[in-house]
């Protein structure tokens, strides 16, 4: 079992910049996939960025430019940086981690943070 923390979520206004964690209770080099989604009312949860452990990262085209995702081993943590925030940025966003064991994928959610973007 892998618990996700999140943390670092809150108000800010456009043009903002806030940075969001997400500290895993494994070693992350365990994990094959550390990715943020987010999900506001009556929609779907949706991709944010993801970091697989080989391979490019990617993200959605509506944070490109804007989002960065980054993984730091040594504090097991995942990071969201958000910069240029919009007010449709705003939503509660998700860390998830996908964990392989032999054949069989785990998949981990966090329990989410509240980002507000408004003037």
């Known amino acids: 079992q892998v618990q996700l923390v999140e943390s670092g979520g809150g108000w800010v206004q456009p043009g903002d910049s806030l940075r969001l964690s997400c500290a895993a209770s494994?070693?992350?080099?365990?994990?094959?996939?550390m990715a943020w989604y987010r999900q506001t009312p009556g929609k779907q949860r949706e991709l944010v960025a993801a970091?697989?452990?080989?391979?490019?990262?990617n993200y959605a085209d509506s944070v490109k430019g804007r989002f960065t995702i980054s993984r730091d081993t040594a504090k097991n943590t995942a990071y969201l940086q958000m910069n240029s925030l919009k007010p449709e940025d705003t939503a509660v966003y998700y860390c998830?981690?996908?964990?392989?064991?032999?054949?069989?994928?785990?998949?981990?959610w966090g329990q989410g943070t509240q980002v507000t973007v408004s003037s």
């Open positions: 998830k981690a996908e964990r392989p064991v032999g054949t069989t994928t785990y998949t981990y």
């Open positions: 494994t070693n992350i080099f365990l994990l094959d996939v």
């Open positions: 970091h697989p452990r080989v391979g490019s990262r």
